[in-house]
């Protein structure tokens, strides 16, 4: 699944550090990783907050930024 890709996407970038030998390894193109990480912390914002268990817009705006610095860590340690 897509989901799937994501995933093994972000993995690859955070154990090699570097979204170019993430896409060497996957055989994709740089463009390709680039993507997939995008796609993936869309789709971990969207699941942050239970919609089930509406908070306040400033708990979700806290848990949003906390999904975009766990990102942002990684595709920093990336450029490293």
Known sequence: ???DAQIKTF???ARLGSFRRAADELCVTQAAVTSRIKGL???AA???I???RPTHPDVQLIALEGVRHL???V???SET
């Open 11 to 13: 993995s690859g970038v």
């Open 50 to 52: 239970d919609p089930a």
């Open 1 to 3: 699944s897509n989901l």
């Open 46 to 48: 969207r699941h942050a």
């Open 71 to 73: 990102f942002a860590k």
């Open 75 to 77: 595709i920093k340690r």
């Open 41 to 43: 912390e869309e789709y």
